[in-house]
């Protein structure tokens, strides 16, 4: 079983940078793919990033060349890191883990989630 939990988010204006983190509990953390999704009002959720044993992939074009996703295995937490934001990447961000050693894309495919944290840029 593991538990997510998401922090990091807030209202900044554009242009702006915030870094989200996701705390992890339970153990063999490092076996765990991990992803970023985000939820914006009335659409559905979308991968945004995601980490795992073979690397590291930011899939949406829009943000590729201002989020970064890491991850530290010895505290157990992933984080997303978000410069340059745009009113459009206002959106609920979620944290979530699928146990093995490939990255899925589609929500349905990951098997624990945090609650989300609420990320909203001003224009």
């Known amino acids: 079983q593991v538990q997510l939990v998401e922090s990091g988010g807030g209202l900044v204006q554009a242009g702006g940078s915030l870094r989200l983190s996701c705390a992890a509990s339970?153990?063999?953390?490092?076996?765990?793919?991990m992803a970023w999704f985000r939820q914006a009002p009335g659409k559905e959720r979308e991968f945004v990033a995601g980490?795992?044993?073979?690397?590291?992939?930011v899939d949406v074009e829009s943000v590729k060349d201002r989020f970064t996703i890491s991850r530290d295995n010895t505290k157990n937490a992933v984080y997303l890191q978000m410069n340059s934001l745009k009113p459009e990447d206002t959106a609920r961000y979620y944290c979530?883990?699928?146990?093995?050693?490939?990255?899925?894309?589609?929500?349905?495919?990951?098997?624990?989630w945090g609650q989300g944290t609420q990320v909203t840029v001003s224009s």
């Open positions: 979530a883990a699928r146990y093995g050693s490939w990255l899925p894309r589609g929500p349905h495919e990951f098997d624990y």
């Open positions: 339970g153990s063999s953390f490092s076996e765990y793919a």
């Open positions: 980490n795992w044993r073979g690397g590291s992939a």
